[in-house]
């Protein structure tokens, strides 16, 4: 019973694992392969055999083509099967030296059929036709001769005849795509008009499709920049890479260019972005791209303005296997088969560092010449890899490569290799190094670049001339005497940065420089390129963080203190602001704070965003991108690009107060110890303000997971933003103190507020941690801001004979304000006392009703003291309203707002179905209609005569 049960279950495990045509080409293997065809020689618009398979197993025989053009793709579904409908043949034959085994033919316009010996499957979303045959004969397929004829309306297309031996006739590939834009919003991820038809999303939507692998590189400045404005695109990275057809690569973290700084800065671009990537994509790469593939070495020309001797230790201490070069120049030393071998690079440090070339005549022909990309591909052989590597924007069809027909190319060659599988193997780098095929000894690499941009002349060509010319240039943002070059600038951050603690803050200090360096000292037309004048022109503010970092480390003596320092060393003081919780950055361009770092959440910065690409400016100034607006920024009346003055108004243990003034605006900042915010008060003179300010919440964390929330109180109290990761939090705090919210704005990586105010108001800036209530905030909320003494307008107003009107700038106390002992009545001709005092409806005014009439003609003044606003502020001492009594008619202030201030018994004129009034005072004179619409009705003319003289008088006016 046993030895039964056994026969069946080994029987059922042959069964179960015969081979079947199903129309997966990953079900066939590389020695079932026999041979390509020339891509491209058939007679017809279709028909054209590109590979072909053979596989004999348990009696029966199994064939497959693959061909270039069975469908038509677009957008990489099948738009038309070319084989459907049409009269369209194949024969087959087998043959050895002396018999002809088969001869078979078969028609191909049907999907499949089966009869009572063969089985025909054709799968067009892989170009693939399988066939089954019965086979009778004791011949191995190496000992045969497999031909196929293509036939279209009777007539041969194309052909192939191949031996049944393999021969090592694979072909490799690899493709690399390299995404290198700065940190501010770009098109590159979807494409720029008509989105369809280009962007990086393209590429990536055809891997998907074909399951085909490619190897992509996206700069740490690219990373966040996805991450705040497209996060789904880095979704579909990290979908790739648990999908096995996204193999991500590393480099250096913002692309500077690496030989022409120190060491330091390369270890520390090369970990940063490794250590990103990993924790972007869940991916450890072990690949990486090196910057403008620019390699030199100390003592091998070009090595002009060489700094750091030797990059390859770069790499590998941080766990990187292999970079990619350039097959020429780079490996022009290993001979003729440079272009598809990884080798090892020769070095006396110890180092084992692999090179993967770019097969330059692959990425062109990809561009350029279809079908020879596709030749090229299937004649690497078992031994060699051919790896497309350049900008990613170039399949794309981004910027200049746009409305090429690359991207319709770059697709139909990753569907060549998915159909074509496994005779085309599709590889991830990470897996092609550890492929000994692939390999070849350790030789000495060529230095220089890539022949567009120097090749064997350097960066730039002329022995490294963009960069030693960048380097003698003078930053656009430096005012020393003599000015400070970009050499210079650099290397001052550098080493200002070698010496803070190593904290949170300084690490910004880090990004700012290294992302300011980005494509260090590019050209265009034989000039330093504006744009490198942007970012460069922004290196030195990599000092303000070094600064900074010494005050989180506790080492500053005062606790609070103000002080003018050039702290981002451009040859200009800034005012600096701090107490043991914050610390403020003032620059005199706009008089705002650049940068305000708070010393919670273990050190943040919470306004800046100084590796932010700058794409308008090559100064400190606010961008209409709004990637860069400051804190407090005076954008009405528009100050934002004036130099402001400075002052400390003093200095104390409890306390410190500075002042910034520019035209009608005195701004006030003032910090106590302790508090996690900065008192700001406006003096501004009648005026209407509004000011912006721009937060980014723990920047730093930000670069790495963008994660904010809006703060924001029901009642406008508070409003600002918030790090979910770490809670650093920033927010305006409006309280009462006269300013009201008035909109939001957005930039990269910033978010902001602009709040108004009028004449003087006060807030808070906060910059702090803050638990999930927001309790920080809400106990601010009882501050009383209202520090400033209600206002008593000039002039009183007769309402009638014996009452008086006085106004006030804000809602007044009623207590204090109907209380008669606070009032005087002087300069009077004739005696009047005070009855009772009302506050009105609008609690800015007050009514004096007086025991006597007013007499016709008197004058004097009604003095005040100890009138209290709301908030118990008190009206200066004495402060007066002048009344004046008019003979006749009552001339008296009409204040032009809506509001009919006429006195009904001595100013109405005339009561008719409309009402004239009149009166005056020593400046205007008042006319007043009610209910007369004149853009309705027509004109109302105006004629005044003093002495019935024709030549004297005013002149007529109309309205």
Sequence with gaps: MKQ????????????????????????????????????????ADFGDITSTFVRIEEGKLFVRLNFDDMVIRKENRIFRDNFSNQNIKMQLKITNNKHLFITRNFNLNATSYRNFDSYFLRTPNSNLLEIELNWYHNFPKENLTFAFDIYLDNQIIDSFSGKGTRNHRGGNCAFVHHGNQGLTYTEVFRGQYPEETSGFDEVLEVHQAALVPGNFHMSGTLITAANWHDPAFNDWLRIGVTGGWVSMLTSAYAQHIMPFVHDDMNNWAVYTEKEMVDYVYNYVPKVAWVPERVWLASGHYPDAGLVDSWLGDNWEQHGVEAVILDDSPHLDNV????????????????????????????????????????????????????????????????????????????????????????????????????????NYPGVDITTGTYFLLGGYDGYGGSNNSWYTDFAATGSHSDFHDPQWNYGTVWWDAYTNLQDAPNNNISQLGWYTMMTNLHETGWHTDGEVSDW???????????????????????????????????????????????????????????????????????????????????????????????????????????????????????????????????????????????????????????????????????YLSTLWDVDWERVWDADAAYMGQKNVNSGATVAYILNNGGTYHNGT???????????????????????????????????????????????????????????????????????????????????????????????????????????????????????????????????????????????????????????????????????????????????????????????????????????????????????
Aim: one cysteine or more.
């Design 335 to 438: 001979g003729w088969d440079k272009s598809t071998k990884i080798t090892w690079m020769n070095n006396g440090n110890g180092i084992n560092l692999r090179v993967i070339p770019i097969h330059n005549e692959f990425v062109g022909k990809v561009h350029y010449d279809l079908n020879g990309a596709k030749t090229l591909v299937s004649s690497t052989g078992d031994y060699g890899i051919a790896v497309y590597g350049t900008d990613w924007e170039v399949a794309a069809e981004m910027n200049e490569h746009h409305d090429t027909f690359f991207l319709d190319n770059y697709e139909e060659l990753i569907w060549y290799c998915h159909d074509n599988y496994p005779a085309v193997v599709t590889w991830k780098l990470d897996d092609a190094i550890y492929n000994s095929n692939f």
């Design 4 to 43: 039964i049960i056994l026969i069946i279950l080994l029987f059922s495990f042959v069964i179960l694992n015969a081979f079947e045509i199903t129309g997966n080409v990953k079900s066939w293997e590389l020695e079932d392969f026999i041979g390509f065809d020339e891509v491209g020689d058939c007679k």
């Design 532 to 698: 490198i004048h942007r970012y460069s022109s922004h290196i030195k503010n990599a000092n303000v963080y070094e600064e900074a970092s010494h005050w989180y480390n506790g080492e500053y003596a005062d606790t609070t203190n103000a002080f003018m320092s050039d702290i981002d060393h451009d040859g200009g003081d800034e005012l600096i602001i701090h107490n043991d919780k914050i610390f403020m950055v003032f620059e005199g361009i706009g008089g705002k704070a650049n940068w305000i770092f708070s010393k919670d959440c273990g050190g943040v910065a919470v306004v800046g965003s100084d590796n932010v690409y700058w794409s308008e400016s090559d100064g400190d100034y606010n961008e209409s991108s709004n990637n860069h607006v400051a804190a407090l920024s005076d954008v009405s009346p528009n100050y934002q690009n004036d130099i402001y003055s400075f002052a400390i108004d003093y200095v104390r243990d409890n306390e410190v107060q500075i002042s910034m003034y520019y035209g009608v605006i005195h701004k006030v900042v003032r910090l106590s110890p302790g508090n996690d915010y900065a008192e700001v008060i406006y003096f501004a003179g009648d005026t209407d303000v509004y000011v912006k300010s721009g937060w980014t919440p723990d």
């Design 745 to 959: 704005f957005e930039g990269t990586l910033v978010k902001g507020d602009e709040i108004h105010g009028y004449d003087q108001f006060k807030f808070l800036l906060y910059a702090g941690w803050t638990d999930e209530t927001y309790s920080q905030l809400e106990a601010l909320q009882s501050i009383n801001l209202d520090e400033f003494s209600p206002e008593l307008y000039e002039f009183a107003q007769i309402i009638d004979n014996n009452t008086v009107q006085i106004s006030f700038n804000e809602g007044m106390d009623d207590i204090t304000g109907e209380n008669i002992a606070n009032y005087q009545l002087s300069g009077f001709t004739n005696s009047y006392t005070i009855d009772t005092i009302e506050r009105q409806d609008n609690w800015n005014l007050f009514h004096i009703n007086l025991n006597e009439n007013l007499v016709a003609g008197d004058e004097g003044d009604i003095i005040v003291n100890n009138i209290e606003d709301l908030n118990g502020n008190a009206v200066a001492p004495n402060s007066s309203a002048n009344l004046q009594v008019p003979n006749g008619i009552t001339p008296h202030h009409i204040f032009i707002d809506g509001t009919n201030d006429f006195d009904q018994t001595t100013e109405r004129i005339q009561a008719n179905t409309d009402t004239l009034f009149i009166t005056w005072d020593e400046d205007y004179l008042y006319i007043g209609f009610e209910s007369l619409a004149l853009d309705i009705l027509g004109d109302f003319f105006v004629n005044l005569d003093v002495n019935q003289n024709d030549t004297l008088g005013a002149s007529t006016g109309s309205w």
